[in-house]
């Protein structure tokens, strides 16, 4: 029986949960929100923000070593987050994005 599909639909029909997609600044692939790893511009200084909740300015990266790679190579991190990274933020994302899988 699948009474309980439609039993509290009483204005709308039953849709789909909207997934937020997100793009992703080295690629510009768009991808659902949790599948991308935000960067948050705290206040002058870039951080890696795990859970996504720290206010700031944020912009996403595939979890990817070449989308960090070209990321940091071609200044769209700096672009999107509208600041220049520090050496030891550049450095400290390198690092991190060499940590991750080639695509
Ligand atoms: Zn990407």
Not at 18 to 39: D, F, S, W, Y
Not at 61 to 68: R, T, V
């Amino acid at each position: 029986m699948k009474t309980s599909l439609y039993s509290n639909t009483k204005q709308q029909p039953a849709r789909r949960k909207h997934i937020p997609q997100r793009t992703c600044v080295a690629c510009r692939g768009t991808k659902a929100n949790r599948e991308l790893i935000r960067l948050v511009n705290n206040a002058g200084t870039v951080e890696i923000d795990p859970q996504r909740k720290k206010q700031g300015r944020g912009a996403y990266l595939c979890p990817f070593a070449q989308c960090w790679e070209s990321g940091l190579k071609g200044n769209y991190l700096e672009h999107a987050l509208r600041t220049k990274l520090t050496p030891e933020v550049r450095h400290t994302l390198a690092e991190f994005g060499k940590s991750l899988p080639e695509r």
